[in-house]
């Protein structure tokens, strides 16, 4: 059984800061790539930021120069630094993590509420 467990969210004034972390946990064998999506309600989750085990990077273009995504390997866990925050980045944020296990499956954090007031 794997578990991803999200923390840091929070409210936040708009041009603040918020850290994301996100750790995963159980019977592990390694990780491939791991990222961070958001939703509000009435829309699709969409991709925020996603890091290859190698600390390759891929951005929304939206996050672009804003947010920074990061790992640790050794803790098995995807960190989301996210500054200048505007009130359109307020959704829930949700880690992601393809997690190989006996198969290679894709696990997904509770979700985390971020709320960016103006």
């Known amino acids: 059984q794997v578990q991803l467990v999200e923390s840091g969210g929070g409210l936040v004034q708009a041009g603040g800061s918020l850290r994301l972390s996100c750790a995963a946990s159980?019977?592990?064998?390694?990780?491939?790539?791991m990222g961070w999506y958001r939703q509000t309600p009435g829309r699709q989750r969409e991709l925020v930021a996603t890091i290859t085990t190698g600390g390759s990077t891929n951005y929304a273009d939206s996050v672009k120069g804003r947010f920074t995504i990061s790992r640790d390997n050794a803790k098995n866990t995807v960190y989301l630094q996210m500054d200048s925050l505007k009130p359109e980045d307020t959704a829930v944020y949700y880690c992601?993590?393809?997690?190989?296990?006996?198969?290679?499956?894709?696990?997904w954090g509770q979700g985390t509420q971020v709320t960016v007031s103006s």
């Open positions: 159980g019977s592990i064998f390694s990780i491939n790539d």
């Open positions: 992601n993590a393809r997690v190989i296990t006996i198969l290679a499956l894709n696990y």
